[in-house]
């Protein structure tokens, strides 16, 4: 399985500051998932990294405030941009490991980069 | 569209006590379904999976079976410890790169 290592772990930020959160793969993958877990709620998917072309963001979620960089197979950040404190939440990245004929493809998930903003 | 319920938290149980998380599901055809854990201060781990009707996954004392005629996928333990306390999350995929979840079950085991 697949390792992913994120960081920041956790942060505290000021209002209107931006943060971008790295994730790493220790594998190449051709897609990389960005999720919100606001506190008590289930996961949103945010957007999908693909390498070399831009992020596809889902409703609700826009580039200029969630920009994203996919440089490589194993590597993609997440910028939360004019943080208010409605971006308090638990950022966490994901990949995709395909079963094939095995089974069905599983996500997988860094620990996660908890923000809290101020 | 394609969405997953799960039973309403938290829930709070007894070590040694039987564990029962509902899920059911709205999908057409046949998706993967996932149970995922979440630990405190940690990530979502993979618990256990299945990718057709009658399907048992399992893992760690934990099972649910795959059950089309009800669009279930309910989370069983027999005999749950305090290591057990996390929040759960019912998942399902269609088509291997889009995830539904559902929207977690607290659970705590007291001694």
């Known amino acids: 399985s697949a390792v992913i290592s994120q960081k920041p772990s956790r942060d505290i930020c000021q209002r209107g500051t931006s943060l971008t959160i790295q994730c790493q793969v220790d594998?190449?993958?051709?897609?990389m998932f960005w999720y919100r877990q606001q506190p008590g709620q289930s996961l949103t998917l945010i957007a999908t990294?693909?390498?070399?072309?831009?992020?596809?963001?889902e409703s609700g979620f826009v580039i200029d405030k969630f920009p994203i960089s996919r440089p490589n197979l194993t590597f993609s950040t997440l910028t939360v941009s004019n943080m208010s404190p409605e971006d308090s939440s638990i950022y966490l990245c994901?990949?995709?490991?395909?079963?094939?004929?095995?089974?069905?493809?599983?996500?997988?998930f860094g620990a996660g980069s908890r923000l809290t903003v101020l | 569209g394609d969405s997953v319920t799960q039973m309403e938290g938290p829930v709070t149980l007894s070590e040694e006590a039987f564990l029962t998380i509902n899920c059911t599901y709205t999908a057409t055809g046949y998706p993967s379904l996932f149970w995922y854990v979440q630990y405190p201060g940690e990530g979502l781990q993979l618990l256990l999976k299945a990718t057709k009707a009658d399907d048992k996954g399992s893992n760690k004392g934990f099972e649910a079976t795959y059950r089309k005629e009800t669009t279930s996928f309910h989370l069983e333990k027999g005999s749950v410890q305090v290591s057990d306390s996390a929040v759960y999350f019912c998942?399902?995929?269609?088509?291997?790169?889009?995830?539904?979840f559902g929207t977690g079950t607290s659970l705590t085991v007291i001694p």
């Open positions: 994901s990949v995709v490991l395909e079963q094939g004929a095995a089974g069905a493809n599983v996500l997988t």
């Open positions: 998942a399902l995929s269609h088509t291997g790169n889009q995830f539904y």
């Open positions: 594998s190449q993958v051709t897609m």
């Open positions: 990294a693909n390498q070399g072309s831009e992020a596809t963001y």
